[in-house]
């Protein structure tokens, strides 16, 4: 297992603050994602990295921006947060294409 | 386009009771891994099994059976003798093994499995 921590676990932030959540990983895993889950949706990609500073978008990254300055760090920011983005964020890594993933725990955000 | 549905939403079983939860896929790629993952009340998702599209043999890991149909597109996920403990949100996913798609996994939007005494 990748050994991932996510913090914090809950926040709670007022609509147009700046929030980052982090992703922290202890294999040195290359491939690294942030997924949203929502109630009838499932898990949604936002974001995800297949190595240090390289990054791109899924299919619900507007409003989110990542950055991956360290092979074991993942960041995921909200620039200016809104009630929309209220969710469970939950990070992701793996190693090998078609590897599973192993998932952190998740951060429940809620934005008031 | 990848797309995965799980068009049960919620089932109740009584403990004991077999049953299936369906995942059916599209995708245009030859070369793809399908998996299934199981969230249970307290949250967290845990991986429970990977099958590539070349191996189309039924697999079985004690109560739990996987049924993988290229010709359907399914991969069908069955418990057996259900448990109390076998509640949980069960989600099927599907790679992209595309070059450059970063292995992204396209999830379901999963099935609430309900075991009651």
Redesign the interface.
């Known amino acids: 297992d990748a050994g991932i921590t996510q913090s914090p676990r809950h926040k709670v932030t007022e609509t147009g603050t700046p929030v980052t959540l982090r992703c922290h990983q202890t294999e040195n895993h290359r491939?690294m994602?942030w997924?949203r889950q929502d109630p009838?949706?499932?898990?949604?990609?936002i974001h995800?990295s297949?190595g240090v500073k390289d990054t791109?978008k899924?299919e619900v990254s507007d409003g989110y921006s990542v950055s991956r300055s360290k092979t074991e760090d993942f960041l995921l920011t909200l620039e200016s947060a809104t009630s929309s983005q209220t969710s469970?964020y939950?990070c992701?890594a793996?190693e090998t294409?078609?590897?599973?993933?192993?998932?952190g725990?998740?951060t429940r955000l809620t934005v008031v | 386009a990848q797309k995965v549905t799980?068009a049960q939403t919620e089932i109740s079983v009584v403990e004991k009771e077999d049953v299936t939860l369906d995942c059916v896929y599209e995708t245009r790629d030859t070369t793809y891994?399908l998996?299934w993952?199981k969230q249970p009340p307290s949250?967290?998702?845990v991986?429970l099994i990977?099958r590539?599209s070349f191996d189309e043999q039924n697999e079985i890991s004690g109560r739990y059976s996987w049924n993988f149909q290229k010709s359907t597109s399914s991969f069908n996920f069955t418990i057996t003798a259900s448990q109390v403990v076998d509640s949980a949100v069960y989600?099927c996913?599907l790679?992209d093994?595309r070059p450059g798609g970063?292995?992204?996994?396209?999830?379901?939007?999963?099935t609430q499995l309900k075991v009651e005494l």
């Open positions: 491939y994602y997924y009838g949706h499932g898990l949604r990609l995800y297949y791109d899924g469970v939950f992701a793996h294409l078609g590897g599973g993933y192993t998932f725990s998740g | 799980q891994y998996f993952y949250g967290e998702l991986f990977r590539n989600f996913a790679s093994l970063g292995n992204k996994l396209t999830f379901g939007t999963g």
